[in-house]
T-cell receptor, first 113, second 116 residues
Framework: EADIYQTPRYLVIGTGKKITLECSQT?????MYWYQQDPGMELHLIHY???????EKGDLSSESTVSRIRTEHFPLTLESARPSHTSQYLC????????????FGDGTRLSIL | AQKITQTQPGMFVQEKEAVTLDCTYD???????LFWYKQPSSGEMIFLIY??????QNATEGRYSLNFQKARKSANLVISASQLGDSAMYFC?????????????FGKGTRLHILP
């Protein structure tokens, strides 16, 4: 059973606020990912990391930023939330090598008013 | 060019019937992995089944099986004896470990509706 946790599960917040979405995994995975997904739509990779102090931008441009100071922790931050940031954000992790699948957290549903 | 193609945006199937969800992929890498995920309306992504490019037999996991046709670059998901709880979005995905980026690439998904 995969152990990857996202908090909060739901967040409704006003425009202009700073937001941090938390993601933690206990599997010791080197690789971690953030996806943005609108309801019923495809997943868009916005950030990924191959290990501590490594972060890369994904395929979809995002105003968010990420950090990877510890292997198990990969938080995503929005400095100033806007209504266009309303979406679901999914965090995932995978083994560093091989053909293993990504394991996902339950997601954060973010609504910016 | 899309690397993962799911041609069925939506499907309606009667309960207890078998379902086939289509997935074709594009890669020049001889080594890759193929996956299927289920996403219910609650939003979480649930890993269902995996097929390696060198696997000789089709993968099976309970009611899920993967119809892997390597020459046709197809990896269809088959759900036997469908249940109401199978109603969800289904995503096909591919991982190419030899690719420098080693990202997992997802298709656009198929929404499956199981009818009582």
């Amino acid at each position: 059973e995969a152990d990857i946790y996202q908090t909060p599960r739901y967040l409704v917040i006003g425009t202009g606020k700073k937001i941090t979405l938390e993601c933690s995994q206990t599997m010791g995975h080197d690789k971690m990912y953030w996806y943005q997904q609108d309801p019923g739509m495809e997943l868009h990779l916005i950030h990924y990391s191959y290990g501590v102090n490594s972060t890369e931008k994904g395929d979809l441009s995002s105003e968010s930023t990420v950090s990877r100071i510890r292997t198990e922790h990969f938080p995503l931050t929005l400095e100033s939330a806007r209504p266009s940031h309303t979406s679901q954000y999914l965090c995932a992790s995978s083994e560093g090598t091989g053909y293993q699948p990504q394991h996902f957290g339950d997601g954060t549903r973010l609504s910016i008013l | 060019a899309q690397k993962i193609t799911q041609t069925q945006p939506g499907m309606f199937v009667q309960e207890k019937e078998a379902v086939t969800l289509d997935c074709t992929y594009d890669t020049s890498d001889p080594s890759y992995g193929l996956f299927w995920y289920k996403q219910p309306s609650s939003g979480e992504m649930i890993f269902l089944i995996y097929q390696g490019s060198y696997d000789q037999q089709n993968a099976t996991e309970g009611r899920y099986s993967l119809n892997f046709q390597k020459a046709r670059k197809s990896a269809n998901l088959v759900i036997s004896a469908s249940q109401l709880g199978d109603s969800a979005m289904y995503f096909c995905a591919m991982r190419e470990p030899q690719n420098r980026d080693d990202k997992i690439i997802f298709g656009k998904g198929t929404r499956l509706h199981i009818l009582p």
